[in-house]
């Protein structure tokens, strides 16, 4: 098993934000090293019910022999954009009582060479959440033309020298395949030179990672699975770690809050009516969270509450 660490971010927010009841039925959609997760169960009567997510494969080993003898708690290899027929098999449809969706990169994916996520050191050209699937980031630079490969690094690294990197990538690739993770960041490098507070590489390998995995997609089908599968009253509780997750996930929310808030030419139909609520304000790890765990300086948390259905409202006054 790995022995690689991985500290929750806004562990002791999240599961506040989940306001968990001791019967209560909760989704981790993103187990990881599972530090949500003991603290849900931590919280949790005998009668509690936790069912976890994750596409590592690494990462749900770690669950079933950490947390597989509790009978409150349920571990499969999948991902969130397939929650709907997760939560089917597992008979708990529309009935969570809270929904927390940690997103981004596990410190023990980043810390493992193996894995290909870190360009800080060296090993094969992978990046996939889930080896077993899909193709490795190796394979995806190797066949993606150069201008679909300048556009997901501009849209999904927010690079501006994206041209440029994907012009000399397509050039490389034909001398030699890109294999490794130091092979692409002195590479990067070398084309638009060294930058001052991050490596030249940080945005293309979360661009590369970020396609590799359909992280966006599975988001938006993971969120909108969310929403429909919490109770009412139940809580969604999303954690982002870069602007495109959370510009999603707060474009998601406040559609559901109030579609013409976001979509101005859509005018209100009048018999919709909002699925969930905004609770608080956005959160952001505090100053102490950052000292003693860096990578939580980027992490944004955004709650939401499911609103019941007017006819149910009605129904619960009369």
Known sequence: MSTYQHQ????E????????????IYLDATFGRGGHSRA????????????????????????????????????????????DRMVQEWQIERNLDGILLDLGVSSPQLDDPDRGFSFRNDGPLDMRMDPTKGVSAAE????????????????????????????????????????????????????????????????????????VNDEMGDLTLGLE???????????????????????????????????????RNIPDHPDWSPRLKLIGKAVRPSEQEISVNPRARSAIMRVAEKIAPPNTRQSAAT
């Not at 931590?42 to 080993?61: H, I, M, N, W, Y």
């Not at 947390?67 to 349920?74: E, I, T």
């Not at 638009?192 to 661009?207: D, L």
């Open 8 to 11: 929750a971010v806004l562990r």
């Open 13 to 24: 927010e999240a599961v506040s934000s989940l306001k968990v009841r001791e019967e209560g």
């Open 40 to 83: 849900i169960l931590a919280s949790l009567s005998e009668q509690g019910r936790l069912f976890t997510l994750d596409k590592d494969p690494q990462a749900v080993a770690a669950g079933l022999e950490e947390l597989g003898g509790d009978p409150r708690f349920s571990i499969v290899q999948g991902s969130f954009a397939e929650m």
């Open 140 to 211: 995806w630079l190797a066949d993606t033309p150069e201008r679909e490969m300048s556009r997901v690094f501009w849209e999904f690294g927010e690079e501006r020298h994206a041209r440029r990197i994907a012009r000399s990538i397509v050039k490389a690739r034909q001398q030699k395949s890109l294999e490794t993770t130091t092979q692409l960041a002195d590479l990067i490098e070398a084309t638009i030179g060294k930058r001052e507070k991050k490596h030249p590489a940080t945005r293309c390998f979360q661009a590369i990672r970020i396609v």
């Open 225 to 263: 699975a969310a929403v429909r599968q919490l109770r009412p009253g139940g809580r969604l509780v999303a954690i982002s770690f870069h602007s495109l997750e959370d510009r999603l996930v707060k474009r998601t929310f406040r559609e559901a809050v109030r579609p013409g808030q976001v979509r």
